[in-house]
């Protein structure tokens, strides 16, 4: 069998950890968002934002779903991370900034 890793194209953003959620962890577990919520302990609008990519995962909602869906928040924060870091190489000009060498 060969292993393939399957690589993102460096010029597609990273899916939001919200759209990752929304299309396929919350269907799967076949509970409502509003459930959701509660057992996160959110409020639905929270919910709601993250869901529609308005607002982040931050470390600590990620350690609330990490814990709800048995996979740990890492994943979550690393989602966001590179969703966040993404964003940045395209707005932030580091056009001026030198890259040092290590002697």
Known sequence: MVEQNAKRSASR???????????????AVKRSKTEIARLL????QHLH???????????????????LFGNGAG?????????????????VDVSGIETLKVA
């Open 75 to 91: 994943i979550w924060v690393r989602m966001q991370a590179a969703y966040d870091t993404w964003h940045a190489e395209q707005t």
């Open 13 to 27: 953003c990273p899916t939001h950890p919200g759209a990752v959620l929304r299309e396929d962890v919350i269907p």
């Open 49 to 67: 934002d993250i869901l529609e990519e308005k607002k982040p995962i931050s470390p600590e909602v990620a350690v609330r779903i990490g814990k």
């Open 41 to 44: 302990g959110v409020s639905r």
